[in-house]
């Protein structure tokens, strides 16, 4: 059972296919309702089954597709929303599902970003783009009021992945730093998606699915100064370093 108290209880089968919503409060919305069940429960889901998850906003670029994982606030979203109205398809947002053999492919989720109001207003002109789809009493779903904003509906090679750490200097400077394998094994640990953590066959699956991972994806760290104004020179950055390639 994943329970999320005063609101509603989801039970899960123990082969993840089939899920019943329990103890709805009446007084949040069926939207309330509809975000927990896509973005909290559904990549648990996903792991119950056999498959591997990040909480990970993702782009599509010519390089690849690029995810930013980092703790709750850490900008994914926003950055994600600047390279998505700069013309970069959106591939997910929270949650990045990984899949293929030789070649580590990422699986495009939904169209929609969840975005706080100043995140909205710090993108500027190009937010006509984007329409208010949920009233949630946390962050907002946008998605695209017309075709200026694209989204990937087929997987795709993934190409980096970025672990976003925010600097609380908004003078910082942004930085695009290589990690040790290990530190790049933990930065990916840290943001998978596990269901039931005294499951040790899903743990060494898991261990040993990421450990792959980073040893075929480049992982970095990106430092991000606490400012909106930065948002249009970590792009640039980003993407002159997957030119690099």
């Known amino acids: 059972m994943l329970s999320f108290p005063g609101v509603a209880d989801f039970l899960v089968d123990q082969r993840g296919r089939k899920i019943d919503c329990r103890n709805g409060s009446r007084d949040f919305s069926l939207d309330i309702i509809r975000h927990l069940l896509i973005d909290q429960v559904l990549p648990l889901v996903i792991n119950l089954r056999g498959g591997e998850a990040l909480h990970a906003t993702a782009v599509a670029t010519p390089r690849g597709v690029c995810a930013f994982t980092g703790p709750a606030g850490s900008g994914k979203s926003t950055l994600a929303a600047s390279f998505v109205l700069s013309g970069y398809p959106l591939v997910c947002d929270d949650c990045l599902t990984l899949g293929g053999g030789q070649t580590v492919m990422a699986v495009a989720g939904y169209p929609g970003l969840r ?130 390639d």
């Open 115 to 244: 975005l706080w109001e100043d995140s909205i207003r710090a993108l500027g002109a190009a937010s006509r783009h984007l329409k208010r789809s949920a009233n949630h009493a946390t962050k907002p779903r946008w998605r695209s009021r017309s075709d200026a904003v694209s989204f990937c509906l087929a997987a795709r090679p993934l190409a980096r992945v970025y672990l976003i750490k925010r600097s609380r200097r908004p003078s910082a400077r942004v930085q695009i730093r290589d990690l040790s394998p290990g530190g790049a094994l933990m930065g990916l640990l840290e943001a998978a998606y596990r269901l039931d953590t005294t499951d040790r066959e899903m743990l060494r699956r898991q261990f040993h699915f990421l450990a792959r991972v980073a040893e075929g994806v480049p992982i970095k760290r990106l430092v991000m100064p606490d400012s909106f104004s930065s948002l249009a020179d970590v792009r640039q950055l980003v993407l002159r370093d997957l030119a690099n």
